[in-house]
């Protein structure tokens, strides 16, 4: 009976750890805007007189159709939803979804099969830096960092200087 | 004989076959839940020293939610095989039937919980991932701890780097010309191979099938485990005077079957530590 009790309290405090913490899908959620997309290895140097180098996003449609972005505003709201506002305007709708111990983001667009994986380096109150595996031909990892959007900023003020 | 026999002494004798068979099949169904979890969750259910060593770097981040539930992870392992001890040795004595099952039976009903889960109720959130994660590390943990407790610590069927060295030690042993004729050191290695087979096969499976039918593949682990299970209850009643539940109180040692064989006492090596 003492036994029992004794492994009854150990799983209350054991299960209590499940809330040590913040959440991360709490902390994701809000708008993002995108403040630098570097490759951990890149071979050319970036435009002059911006602090950030100009990437490469591959579309999971097609490997190799290379969509060049700037300034990108990330969304994420309550119910999976993510919206990216690019600079043109466009909007691309996904589903987020945090895996694993929440290092793991995956992003899922509606109609297809394709899943985008992001490793989640670092997420707190105002900074969001993503891994983001392109393969051997682009030489490695992309890395994205994120900063806290102010609620006034939009797609067409470009990238912070 | 039953695969979930009690190597100790007062007991009935395991045999090689005994360990054959259970650490093949219960080696199987680890390698096929792990493989389950990792494309479900991104996590390993049966990677103990991983989620140390991510617990390890958490902790250097400050990550505070992201090492409370490794830290719960692990802890549900160790918690697994704590449980798993205290049903046999606790009820050894009157119900050993019954303390050998119940862990394997706990696991089986545990795994077909995700399945269901998976398959009805899953959102995907990430509480949600953390808590599956945690059930199937304790079934992974509930299994290594039966399996190795019934078995002397023989067996152990989700400890990949331990099968590892302890191939390696064997297959340098073997090769040398005057260890070839030790019945127990061959005993030993091709158990470690049947239990590496069965893992990878296992895993191939589990993976095959998740990709094809999502969660519902895991009813696959769980029907494995109660093929053993089914086996064991199916010989503990045909072989019904060793069987017998003890009475309470009686001090009468058990009786041993007609022409089962007697095993070695495991030496101490074959008992690791952790």
Not at chain 1, 25 to 54: I, T
Not at chain 1, 83 to 99: A, F, Q, T
Not at chain 2, 83 to 98: E, Q
Request: with cysteine.
């Amino acid at each position: 009976m003492e036994s029992a009790r004794s492994i009854g309290a150990w799983s209350a405090v054991l299960l209590s750890l499940l809330g040590c913490g913040s959440d991360p899908e709490e902390l994701l959620l809000g708008r993002w805007e995108e403040v630098e997309w570097r490759y951990e290895k890149f071979d050319g140097e970036g435009p002059p007189g911006r602090k950030w180098v100009d990437g490469f996003r591959f579309s999971h449609d097609d490997p190799a159709e290379v969509v060049r972005h700037e300034a990108e505003f990330w969304e994420f709201k309550p119910g999976r939803e993510l919206e990216i506002s690019l600079r043109n305007g466009d909007r691309v709708h996904s589903r987020w979804r945090l895996k694993g111990r929440g290092h793991v983001l995956t992003l899922r667009r509606p109609g297809t099969e394709a899943v985008e994986l992001y490793d989640v380096k670092e997420l707190g109150e105002g900074v969001l830096i993503l891994n983001y595996d392109i393969g051997m031909e682009v030489r490695g990892i992309a890395r994205l960092e994120f900063r806290r959007a102010r609620p006034e900023q939009s797609a067409d003020a470009g990238p912070r200087a | 004989m039953m695969l979930l026999e009690h190597a100790g002494p007062g007991g009935r004798r395991r045999t090689h076959r005994h360990d054959y068979l259970l650490g093949g099949t219960t080696a199987a169904v680890a390698g096929f839940v792990n493989v389950c979890s990792v494309i479900a969750f991104f996590a390993f259910s049966s990677n103990v020293t991983g989620h140390v060593a991510i617990f390890a770097e958490e902790v250097v981040k400050g990550h505070w939610h992201q090492l409370s539930v490794v830290l719960l992870w692990v802890l549900s392992f160790l918690f697994g095989a704590f449980a798993a001890n205290l049903s046999i040795t606790r009820l050894g004595g009157t119900r050993p039937v019954v303390g050998r099952l119940a862990p394997l039976f706990l696991e089986l009903v545990l795994i077909a919980t995700v399945a269901y889960y998976g398959q009805h109720h899953y959102a995907e959130t990430l509480r949600e991932t953390e808590v599956l994660v945690g059930l199937l590390v304790f079934c992974m943990g509930l299994q290594n701890g039966a399996v190795a407790s019934v078995s002397g610590g023989v067996v152990k069927t989700t400890h990949v780097t331990g099968l590892f060295t302890d191939l390696g030690i064997e297959l340098s042993l073997v090769l040398q010309r005057r260890r070839q004729v030790d019945p127990q050191l061959l005993f030993k290695f091709r158990l470690h191979l049947i239990i590496l087979a069965g893992y990878v096969l296992g895993g191939v499976g589990g993976g095959a099938l998740f990709l094809q039918f999502g969660f519902s593949a895991l009813y696959v682990a769980s029907a494995g485990l109660l093929a053993v299970l089914a086996h064991d209850l199916v010989v503990s009643r045909v072989s019904s005077p060793v069987f017998q539940e003890r009475p309470a109180g009686s001090s009468e040692p058990w009786a041993s079957e007609r022409g089962i064989r007697g095993r070695p006492e495991p030496d101490a090596s074959s008992v690791r530590a952790g």
